[in-house]
Nanobody
Framework: QVHLVESGGGLVQAGGSLRLSCAAS????????VGWFRQAPGKEREFVTA????????YYADSVKGRFTISSDSPKNTVYLQMNSLKPEDTAVYYC????????????????WGQGTQVTVSS
């Protein structure tokens, strides 16, 4: 079983940046596609970005395209989400998750999830 732990969340002003980390144990990201999702209070969990197991393919939700970047550090078995030009509407709990399928944006397609990290963007 893959255990995922997110970190790096916090409070930031609009226009600022944060980098989230997702560390894995019990498995390696090279075996899975990785996704980041977010969930704001009272809303459904929303797809943010995904990366293939090779790390060569990525895609983003339109709402974050050009502002967020997913990347990985294989020796550290860690995936990152660099978030720039943050907006108040980016406020949510951010989760990383893994799937055996790349290119899926539905939470049900992801098998293991982290506990989430809170990101709050003030206006």
């Amino acid at each position: 079983q893959v255990h995922l732990v997110e970190s790096g969340g916090g409070l930031v002003q609009a226009g600022g940046s944060l980098r989230l980390s997702c560390a894995a144990s019990g498995g390696t990201f090279s075996s899975y596609a990785v996704g980041w999702f977010r969930q704001a209070p009272g809303k459904e969990r929303e797809f943010v970005t995904a990366m293939s197991s090779s790390g060569r393919r990525t895609y983003y939700a339109d709402s974050v395209k050009g502002r967020f970047t997913i990347s990985s550090d294989s020796p550290k078995n860690t995936v990152y989400l660099q978030m720039n030009s943050l907006k108040p509407e980016d406020t949510a709990v951010y989760y990383c998750a893994v799937s055996t399928r790349y290119g899926v944006a539905t939470p049900d397609s992801y098998y293991y999830w982290g506990q989430g990290t809170q990101v709050t963007v003030s206006s």
